[in-house]
């Protein structure tokens, strides 16, 4: 089993930047794939960005405005939230799974953390 705890969410201005972190722990060793989804008030879970090696995929809302890494030394995923604008508020969770799966739109994951709330006003 492997679980993932978030931290760094919180409130900031339209135009600002967050750094969101995801601790992994358990069986660490079978993760091949990190990542972050969110979730706004009223629509559906959305894929983020997600991190495989030297490899990220990102949706195309936050192309160039986030930033995924990933610290293998400490089981840490972050997620770099620049330039961030109102429809960015939403719950955010880092998500985990063992097998990388290519085109990106078929990756399904297998762990979820709890989430953590990003809100940006206008």
């Known amino acids: 089993q492997v679980q993932l705890v978030e931290s760094g969410g919180g409130l900031v201005q339209a135009g600002g930047s967050l750094r969101l972190s995801c601790a992994a722990s358990?069986?660490?060793?079978?993760?091949?794939?990190m990542g972050w989804y969110r979730q706004a008030p009223g629509k559906q879970r959305e894929f983020v960005a997600r991190?495989?090696?030297?490899?990220?995929n990102y949706a195309y809302s936050v192309k160039d405005r986030f930033t995924i890494s990933r610290d293998n030394a400490k089981n840490t995923v972050y997620l770099q939230m620049d330039s961030l604008k109102p429809e960015d508020t939403a719950v955010y969770y880092c998500?985990?799974?063992?097998?990388?799966?290519?085109?990106?739109?078929?990756?399904?994951?297998?762990?979820w953390g709890q989430g953590t709330q990003v809100t940006v006003s206008s």
């Open positions: 358990g069986s660490t060793f079978s993760i091949n794939v």
């Open positions: 998500v985990a799974d063992r097998v990388f799966r290519i085109p990106a739109s078929t990756q399904t994951f297998g762990y």
């Open positions: 991190i495989s090696g030297g490899r990220t």
